[in-house]
DNA sequence: CGAGGGTTTGAAGTGCATCAAATAGTGTGG
DNA sequence: CCACACTATTTGATGCACTTCAAACCCTCG
C-alpha cells in the first residue's frame, strides 16, 4: 500500500478542520491559508533540517514523518514518527527560530506548509489558540515523559508489546488485528532497538504471549496477556490511553 | 553540606522575582500570593503522587526534587531533578488537574505552594503569561527530547560525561572544578543507570579523559578531552547550554 | 564507638549490539 | 508474466555493556 491519495483539489485548504488551528481566529486561518504550500515527499525526502532557520511549519496530511537528531558520524536517534493530523515545526516559534530536530518522510507523505511568522502574531494575541498549543505541548510532554520511562524500565519484547497495544482500540476487546503503521526497521529505531533485536524480540514476544504475525500483520489473540507482559514494567496500566483534561 | 538555610521572613512572597511568574499579572501575583503556603520538605518526602487530584503547584526555593514514576512492583524511573527557581505540578492543568508524575525530595528542600486554580484562569486571561508559559514548556520538551537522546546513543560513560560538562559554565575555560548536586546513587538513576555501574563508568570515564575524582568533587583537567569523548556520540557539540530565543 | 546509608569492588549472568550471511519481499524492466 | 536488483527481515555466532547479587569499605552522625 504505497500509493498516495489523489488530492484534486489544489485549492486553499479548509483550516478549521485541522485540530491545529482549531482555536485561531479566521483572520488567521485566512492568512495562513492564502500562504499554504502543498508538498508531496518521497520516502526518505528531508523535509527539514535540526539547526536550519524556521521560516514555515507543516501539518501532515498523509504518510508519516520522522522527527530525529543525528550525531557527525551518521547515527540518529529518532525522536518521534508523526502521522496525519499532526504539525511540526510549530515549535521552533520557541527556540529562535531554530529547528529543534531534523525531520524526514518515513513512508510517502503529503504536508501543508505555511509561514512561521504569523503563528507566533496568532500566539500572542488569541488567548485561546496558546492554551491549545499549550495543551497540546502538554501532552507531548508527557508522552515523551513516558517514553523515557520505557526505555528505562521496560526491555525489548515489553517495548514492542507496549507499542502494539497503543496501535489497538483500547476498548476491552478480548483479541485484536494489528498493522504495523511502517517499517519494522523503523518501529525499531523507533523503539531505541536495532532491527536484529526488533526481529528476535518479536519473536520472543509472540512465542510468550502467543500473538502471530504474518509480515506487518500482527494478531492478538490474548490482549490480557499481551498487556499484562509488557505493563508489569510500567507505571501506567493497560488501557493507557492518554486521557487530557480538557 | 545538609543545612537548610534559615528564612526569617514568613510573609508573603515577593512573586515578581520569580521568573516563572515574571510575565503574570500582578493582581494574579497578590491573589496567589496571599494563598502561597512554605513547606519544608526531609530529604524523601514525597510532595506529590503521580494520579492524585492536582489542587497546588510548586515552586522550589532551595534543594532538590525529583520528579518520578514508579511501577507496581516499585521499582522507578527518574524523570527529572529540579533545583531552585524551578516549578512543578503546574501542568497539572493539562492533565485533567491530576498530577502526571510524583516528586519527592532529593535533598532537604524549602517550597512554596500555590493553588493551582487560579493559575488556570491566568493562562487564559493573559496571553503574556500563556506564551512564558508555552516559551517554559518548549524548552523543556527539548531537554526531554535530548535527554532521549542521550539515552539512546551515549553510553554510561559518555552520559556521566556529557552530565558533568552541563554542570560546567561552558564559558570555554580550559579546566573546571565540579561539585555534584546530589548524591551519586541520584545521578546514577538520573541518567538511567545503576549505581554500581555509575561507579564503574565514572572510573573509566577517569581513566580516559584523565579527571580527578574526590567523593562529589570532581575536577576536570582537560575540558576539551571530556567534551571530545562525550560529545561525540551526541548530535549538539559542547558549548551546548540550551540557548532559547526570546 | 557503633549504626546506617552511600559507595566501591568482585564474580557471574543477561540483554542487546555487532558482524556476517541467508532468506523473503517488492518493484523494475524486459 | 518472469528474472533481476535491491531492500527488508531473519538467523547465527560472538562480544561488550550493563545488571545483578554479594560483600567489603567508607563516611557521617548520633
Redesign the pocket.
Known amino acids: ?2 500509493m498516495i491519495e489523489a488530492h484534486g483539489e489544489r485549492t486553499s485548504p479548509k483550516l478549521e478542520n485541522i485540530a491545529f488551528f482549531r482555536a485561531s481566529s479566521p483572520a488567521f486561518q485566512q492568512q495562513i491559508a492564502r500562504e499554504a504550500v502543498e508538498l508531496k515527499a518521497e ?1 526518505r525526502k528531508v523535509i527539514i533540517l535540526s539547526g536550519d532557520t524556521a521560516s514555515r511549519f507543516y501539518f501532515i496530511r498523509a504518510g508519516w514523518i520522522k522527527l530525529y537528531q543525528e550525531t557527525m558520524d551518521g547515527t540518529e536517534a529518532v525522536i518521534d514518527i508523526l502521522n496525519a493530523g499532526h504539525v511540526f515545526g510549530d515549535t521552533a516559534l520557541f527556540h529562535g527560530d531554530i529547528y529543534p530536530y531534523s525531520a524526514e518522510a518515513a513512508e510517502p507523505a503529503v504536508l501543508l506548509s505555511f509561514p512561521a511568522a504569523a503563528l507566533k502574531a496568532e500566539v500572542e494575541s488569541n488567548p485561546k489558540f496558546a492554551v491549545a498549543m499549550l495543551s497540546s505541548m502538554a501532552r507531548y510532554r508527557r508522552q515523551q515523559d513516558q517514553e523515557l520511562e520505557h526505555r528505562t524500565l ?6 514492542i508489546g507496549c507499542f502494539l497495544l497503543r496501535l489497538t482500540r483500547q476498548d476491552g476487546a478480548e483479541s485484536a488485528v494489528i498493522h ?1 503503521p511502517y ?6 529505531s523507533r523503539l ?13 514476544l509472540r512465542a510468550d504471549t502467543g500473538l502471530e ?4 500483520t500482527i494478531t492478538v489473540r490474548d490482549v490480557a496477556s499481551l498487556s499484562h507482559y509488557a505493563c508489569t514494567a510500567c507505571s501506567s496500566q493497560y488501557p493507557c490511553r492518554d486521557v487530557i483534561g480538557s
Chains 1, 2 share one sequence.
Do not use: H, I, W, Y
Open positions: 500500500m504505497r520516502r521496560q526491555n525489548a519484547p515489553q517495548r504495523l517499517d519494522k526497521t523503523l518501529v525499531a531505541g532497538m536495532k532491527p536484529e533485536t526488533f526481529s528476535r524480540a518479536l519473536a520472543k504475525v504474518q509480515g506487518s
